[in-house]
């Protein structure tokens, strides 16, 4: 039997200073033993440049379910042409602490603090987003057109 993970906030605060290094602006630890494992368990650390591109899961066992942590985010969800049809400012000790995203449901999320941090939840095995998931209106990421859809995406909180 192996000992506990405890998440406290010297945790949090390293996951985010990786974060601030990666050239994505955000990082991933995984409590899941790997990639084919049934249940995805994870941190995922957000800086304020980060941007994650719109996108969905196809797959009807894809549901997506965060909780925020530390600090804040404003998510978002579409409908097939772009247009927002969700959008709420989810914290940490705030009103909405978190969301569950149906499959098929356009998505994204901009950090709305430095050294956000949520935890994620869904089901396994890991599925890299498909060509078809990516929201074909939305550009991709690590693009200046990107970087300028962030900021109109920040905007709207």
Known sequence: MTDPRFIDQDLLADLSTQAQASARKRKNLNFHPGDEAPCHRLLNALEMDSYIQPHRHLHPDKAETLLVVRGKLGALCFDEQG????????????????????????????ALEPGSVIFEAKAGPYQPVGPDERAPWAPAEQTPEGQAYLAWMRAQF
């Open 83 to 110: 247009r927002i049809t969700h959008k709420a400012v989810i914290a940490a000790g705030g009103q909405q602490i978190g969301m569950d995203t149906p499959a098929g449901v356009f998505h994204s999320f901009v």
